[in-house]
């Protein structure tokens, strides 16, 4: 009997030792690791499914399975470009309309709007010029061989024959013709296309005045009912970035098995250095010359002040995400007044995407390039006007920009099946263009508070006794 009441307390003795030391191994073999390491950010899958995308299309010329991924890889790729191109029109209508109506106190702060308003637009365009005046200087599209120039122009070439068709007729409609066609006849009709995206956010545009001018209780139904659909849309944005990877993957394994040249990637880079140039630009020479001029503060007074919200701005790739930082570093390290960075700082995180802008411009000449299209100085003024309207429309959230590419290219008449040739790189070239939105909100806030007098000194050094503290 003692033996057997000693047996069980053994056999209990092992089991609990077992199960704790079950319970153990987990983190002993590094099993919780390894559950982490499978939950990877999204722009480490979009890399992965480009690397499987070359690798795989790269396999299929060698055994011959071009048929294979043309019938059934390539039409996956096709529907990832066709839910960017769904919700072009939800999402600039819905981002578009919130952006405007948050300036319901312009009765009040006229001044501070006009010019909150004029400054960003200003260094929108100028941001698209200058990518414009690099990618045409480096013409980076041209990098790509003629035979595969050729053979792009062969599968594309009723576009871009559509496309000259189109620039003869406006050149005999007559000088104010753009006036007229900006102006729709049906807005139902003209969100009917994203080809008419200029005739939406025209009424969009008037839309928002007239909700600005009615009273605020009527007007509040109608904001909490579009800031409902922003938050759906963008949530939607979300859905479909799930599929990026898998997209990313179809478009460049059927770009690789249609075009099989090395010069494409050659290209490639050449796109991403015209970028992340002109971003550099606009970061270490326009917007402190912008400052030095308005303000007579210096080039190393802005950085320290903004260093810390341009590295979030850099690791979120959101300028809404960095919108709390930015506020604080703004407020209490580069002298503006709370009222106005209160009023200029979430509009340009809504509006004000000057990185975004430059992006598209040079995007937009690259891919024409890249299918042998020659764009005229009216064209190319035509994306400088589509691409400051689409920034606008941009949500503050990651690869939202992606969408409005979309805009730009079909307002160009450009095949958006060009997508493909960058979206690969597209995850950290975004996190350069956020910290260049958010140093543009950041110039414009201190430009707008030094002309109404709301510029002072830096405030008390908050933030960084609270890292010393930490």
């Known amino acids: 009997m003692r033996n057997e009441v000693h047996q069980q307390r053994l056999s209990a003795h092992y089991i609990q030792h077992f199960n704790t030391s079950t319970l153990q191994l987990p983190k002993a073999f590094g099993i919780n690791s390894f559950n982490k390491m499978k939950k990877l950010e999204l722009h480490w899958k979009i890399l992965i499914g480009m690397v499987l995308g070359v690798a795989f299309g790269a396999l299929a010329v060698k055994l011959g399975w071009?048929?294979?991924?043309?019938?059934?890889?390539?039409?996956?790729?096709?529907?990832?470009?066709?839910?960017?191109?769904?919700?072009?029109?939800?999402?600039?209508?819905?981002?578009?309309?919130?952006?405007?109506?948050?300036?319901?106190?312009?009765?009040?702060?006229?001044?501070?709007?006009?010019?909150?308003?004029?400054?960003?637009?200003?260094?929108?365009?100028?941001?698209?010029?200058?990518?414009?005046?690099?990618?045409?200087?480096?013409?980076?599209?041209?990098?790509?061989?003629?035979?595969?120039?050729?053979?792009?122009?062969?599968?594309?070439?009723?576009?871009?024959?559509?496309?000259?068709?189109?620039?003869?007729?406006?050149?005999?409609?007559?000088?104010?013709?753009?006036?007229?066609?900006?102006?729709?006849?049906?807005?139902?009709?003209?969100?009917?296309?994203?080809?008419?995206?200029?005739?939406?956010?025209?009424?969009?545009?008037?839309?928002?005045?007239?909700?600005?001018?009615?009273?605020?209780?009527?007007?509040?139904?109608?904001?909490?009912?579009?800031?409902?659909?922003?938050?759906?849309?963008?949530?939607?944005?979300?859905?479909?970035?799930?599929?990026?990877?898998?997209?990313?993957?179809?478009?460049?394994?059927?770009?690789?098995?249609?075009?099989?040249?090395?010069?494409?990637?050659?290209?490639?880079?050449?796109?991403?250095?015209?970028?992340?140039?002109?971003?550099?630009?606009?970061?270490?020479?326009?917007?402190?010359?912008?400052?030095?001029?308005?303000?007579?503060r210096g080039w190393n007074f802005f950085f320290k002040g903004m260093a810390p919200a341009q590295l979030l701005a850099f690791s979120t790739s959101s300028s809404a995400a960095t919108l709390p930082v930015t506020m604080e570093r703004v407020e209490e390290h580069l002298g503006v007044d709370e009222e106005v960075a209160s009023f200029v700082l979430p509009i340009g995180a809504t509006i004000n995407m000057d990185g975004t802008g430059l992006y598209q411009g040079v995007a937009a000449v690259f891919i024409a390039q890249a299918f042998g299209m020659e764009l005229s100085l009216a064209a190319q003024l035509g994306i400088i006007l589509t691409a400051t309207l689409a920034s606008i429309g941009s949500a503050a959230v990651p690869s939202a920009g992606m969408v409005m590419l979309v805009i730009v290219l079909q307002e160009a008449g450009i095949p958006e099946a060009g997508l493909a040739l960058i979206f690969a790189i597209d995850r950290p070239l975004d996190m350069l263009r956020t910290v260049i939105n958010v140093s543009s909100d950041a110039t414009v806030s201190m430009v707008v508070a030094k002309s109404i007098g709301k510029l002072g000194e830096p405030k008390e050094k908050k933030w960084d006794d609270f890292v010393e503290q930490v």
């Open 66 to 296: 071009n048929g294979f991924v043309v019938d059934w890889i390539k039409p996956f790729g096709t529907i990832f470009i066709n839910l960017l191109k769904l919700i072009a029109i939800p999402l600039i209508v819905a981002s578009l309309i919130k952006g405007v109506s948050d300036l319901e106190d312009i009765a009040k702060l006229s001044s501070m709007g006009y010019k909150t308003i004029g400054f960003y637009l200003i260094t929108t365009a100028v941001a698209i010029s200058v990518g414009l005046i690099i990618v045409n200087i480096v013409e980076p599209g041209y990098l790509i061989d003629e035979p595969t120039r050729a053979e792009m122009m062969e599968k594309f070439g009723s576009g871009a024959q559509a496309k000259i068709q189109s620039a003869e007729e406006a050149k005999n409609a007559g000088p104010l013709q753009p006036l007229i066609d900006l102006v729709p006849d049906n807005i139902i009709g003209a969100a009917s296309s994203n080809g008419n995206m200029l005739k939406v956010i025209f009424f969009v545009l008037f839309f928002g005045v007239g909700l600005i001018l009615i009273p605020k209780e009527k007007a509040q139904p109608v904001k909490d009912f579009f800031d409902g659909v922003n938050e759906v849309v963008l949530k939607m944005i979300d859905l479909i970035m799930l599929t990026a990877p898998y997209g990313v993957f179809a478009l460049l394994a059927a770009l690789i098995v249609e075009l099989p040249s090395a010069q494409i990637f050659v290209a490639l880079l050449g796109y991403a250095a015209c970028v992340a140039g002109g971003l550099l630009i606009l970061l270490f020479f326009f917007y402190p010359t912008i400052v030095k001029i308005f303000t007579g």
